[in-house]
């Protein structure tokens, strides 16, 4: 396989009919083997559109803005804002990576709780009006840094305030007197954020959140504030459907507290749900120790109590790298072993996966079964692509694992019959061909 080489590139494989991922990584594993073994990822960017096409049919009335600290990969940048998508910046240098990707400012947000006045001085330089805000203090450093900013309240939640130990936005009670100091500052509010994390289970916080919602609404109506934005936050899984349930639970909802005759937008931050599916990484198992197994400890159903080992596996990839969402207590999918499919009878042993350091904090998946496997095997984790994954080439290149991006010749002719050119609007991409 060879690309274009005039200049730094990023490689597009484009896969040829019949060709699918599992041939790519199957490519990418044969190439590692005459190499070194380096972890990798590969993308399949033609989820990118089918998610926004699934978002577009099941959710219209909700535009999706994409929080760059997701995965902030350039493929992924590229074809969103070609899509149309909004961002959410957490930062000055998310900024300048979605302003680069011609982004009008007014489709930005820039979110956090707590900014530095470098970033938000950054945004007011750059036209970026639409800021978050949840406390007094944050108030008062935007009203001098960016006295033009247009503030959407972030509103804590039950769920999100059960989940953390330091729950972020404010309270309902404290909404009116932060709408009255923005008042006295002179600082705009022009509408509230909120957010459901996906691990909650019961819909009916969405009804708690969005009569909150409307009271702020209300409260900052009453102030003479023009009250026009309503970010409903993340949540979204990338599951047809987890969507199709949030949906008919805020549907009828939106209806009542936020119709569309209200002039209201409606807007809803879609991360993981464009990206999740998207990303594969492929390690290598550079490690193994076998220790006598404690039945007595978390016996695992359908197993026997015997003298069957537990394996415990090292990677060459761990929570210092592609694995860091689980620091930030994320639970790890369990792995396929790489053209090792299990058949009937084929005994497996409790195994655990561990990073390539002897730090504690390094076990992957606590505790899985697996056939016995051997140090130079391959192991496949699907869903990775919301664990912010930046391009290899600007950021941490020395312990980022490469990204091999893909696209099917059905998905590119789609995507061009949809008008989203990736030859020319993609300008530091190449092509190649890629077949079996």
């Not at 930005?108 to 639409?130: D, E, F, P, R, W």
Request: charged share 20%; with cysteine; glycine share 8%.
């Amino acid at each position: 396989m060879k690309g274009l080489a005039d200049e730094p590139t990023y490689i597009i494989e484009l896969l040829e009919e019949g060709v699918t991922l599992d041939n790519v990584i199957d490519g990418h594993i044969y190439e590692q083997a005459l190499e070194d073994k380096s972890a990798f990822v590969v993308g399949d960017l033609g989820v990118l559109m089918k998610q926004h096409v699934l978002w577009q049919s099941s959710v219209p009335q909700l535009r999706p803005y994409y929080p760059v600290k997701c995965n902030s990969s350039p493929a992924v940048i590229e074809i969103l804002a070609s899509l149309g998508l909004g961002f959410v910046c957490t930062n000055k240098t998310e900024v300048s990576l979605v302003l680069d990707h011609g982004v009008p400012p007014e489709n930005i947000i820039m979110s956090g709780v707590c900014k530095q006045l470098t970033h938000i001085k950054h945004a007011a330089k750059n036209g970026i009006n639409h800021l978050m805000c949840d406390s007094e203090t944050e108030l008062c450093k935007i009203a001098r840094s960016h006295p033009s900013a247009k503030l959407l309240l972030q509103v804590t939640t039950a769920p999100h305030a059960a989940e953390h130990s330091m729950a972020f936005g404010c309270s309902l009670k404290s909404c009116k007197h932060l709408l009255e100091a923005a008042k006295d500052l002179g600082v705009e509010v022009v509408g509230v954020t909120f957010h459901i994390p996906s691990s909650c289970k019961d819909l009916q916080a969405y009804a708690h959140a969005l009569s909150d919602a409307r009271c702020v609404f209300d409260m900052g109506t009453d102030l003479g504030f023009n009250m026009k934005i309503l970010d409903i936050g993340g949540g979204f899984t990338g599951s047809e459907a987890q969507l199709r349930q949030v949906n008919s639970a805020i549907r009828p909802l939106l209806d009542a507290y936020f119709p569309p005759l209200s002039g209201v937008e409606v807007l809803a931050e879609a991360g993981s749900f464009y990206v999740s599916s998207a990303f594969t990484l492929a390690v290598s198992v550079i490690g193994k120790k076998v220790k006598a197994q404690d039945w007595n400890s978390l016996p695992i159903v359908g197993l026997s109590p015997n003298s069957k080992p537990e394996f415990l596996y090292y990677m060459n990839e761990g929570v210092y790298g592609s694995f860091g969402h689980k620091l930030l207590g994320n639970i790890v999918p369990v792995p396929s072993v790489h053209k090792k499919p299990l058949t009937a009878g084929e005994p497996v042993f409790t195994s655990s996966l561990w990073g390539p350091s002897c730090d504690p904090l390094e076990q992957v998946v606590e505790r899985c079964l697996l056939p016995e496997l051997a140090v130079g095997e391959w192991l496949v984790f699907n869903n990775m692509g919301a664990n912010g994954l930046e391009d290899f080439n600007t950021f941490n290149s020395e312990i980022r694992p490469p990204i091999y991006y893909t696209i099917s010749m059905g998905d590119w002719y789609e995507m061009q019959e949809a008008g989203l050119s990736l030859d020319s609007a993609m300008k530091n991409f190449s092509l190649i061909q890629y077949s079996m």
